[in-house]
């Protein structure tokens, strides 16, 4: 599978956003994909997660009620959309996928077995 994250950019607080994953090499719709962001001197962490079905979308409560991941199964792509953003999502955003059974939904990073090269989000104060 390679994946391709886009979207990153800079903002100002209060801004929007919407990052795009799109995937090929696999079947898509057998892909749980997630979200997870790095900030500088920091671990990569869990942002939002989406299941093969799209029904199962927890969220990190950094980002509750803030972002909202979604899927296109017909054009193979999974997006972030970033509302309100604030200076402490500034960060390397990356999507990762992992080809699960059923509804499994990979909850830990190391689950996933294919990530993307990642798009820079800066949110100016």
């Known amino acids: 599978v390679q994946l391709q994250a886009s979207g990153g950019g800079l903002v100002q607080a209060g801004g929007s956003l919407r990052l795009s994953c799109a995937a090929s090499g696999l079947t898509f719709s057998r892909l749980a994909v997630g979200w997870f962001r790095q900030a500088p001197g920091k671990e990569r962490e869990f942002v939002a997660i989406i299941s093969r079905s799209g029904s199962y979308t927890p969220y990190s409560d950094s980002v509750k009620g803030r972002f909202t991941i979604s899927r296109d199964n017909a054009k193979k792509e999974v997006y972030l959309q970033m509302n309100s953003l604030k200076p402490e999502d500034t960060a390397v955003y990356y999507c990762?996928?992992?080809?699960?059974?059923?509804?499994?939904?990979?909850?830990?990073?190391?689950?996933?077995?294919?990530w993307g090269q990642g798009t820079l989000v800066t949110v100016s104060s």
């Open positions: 990762a996928a992992k080809s699960v059974i059923l509804t499994y939904t990979p909850m830990s990073i190391d689950e996933y077995d294919y």
